[in-house]
């Protein structure tokens, strides 16, 4: 029996159909869940992923000290960080993969940001 896929996995797979990470211009995924954002870049040739960052990651947490930032301040630098660790590994072009959400709020945030680092898509 086929399950019925509905909301953000129907929008996902139909932009997944399009969207495709190569070595040249991997992929940039983004998944946010209710308190986080998590970023990655893929190379889909080869199925790994070179670079990933997040609301959890070590160097922003370091950076955050004492005083609470928004989610979408949080996404900023998420985005930002990203862009910083794809720089340094010689990864400049990325295709974008907002994976079923709308590009909107937390998803736009990061993108803007990382666009404003230097990554190009």
Not at 73 to 79: D, I, L, S, T, W
Not at 87 to 113: E, P, T
């Amino acid at each position: 029996m086929a399950m019925k896929l509905v909301g953000r996995e129907r929008r996902k797979l139909r932009i997944r159909k399009k969207v495709n990470g190569t070595k040249e211009r991997p992929r940039l995924s983004v998944f946010r869940s209710a308190r986080h954002i998590y970023a990655q870049v893929i190379d889909d040739t080869t199925g790994s992923t070179l670079v990933h960052a997040s609301t959890l990651s070590k160097d922003l947490q370091a950076a955050e000290g004492a005083p609470k930032v928004n989610k979408s301040e949080q996404a900023k630098r998420v985005g930002a960080l990203i862009a910083k660790m794809c720089l340094s590994k010689q990864i400049d072009r990325v295709v974008f993969d907002r994976n079923g959400y709308k590009y909107h709020g937390r998803v736009s945030a990061l993108a803007q940001a990382a666009r404003a680092a230097g990554l190009k898509f």
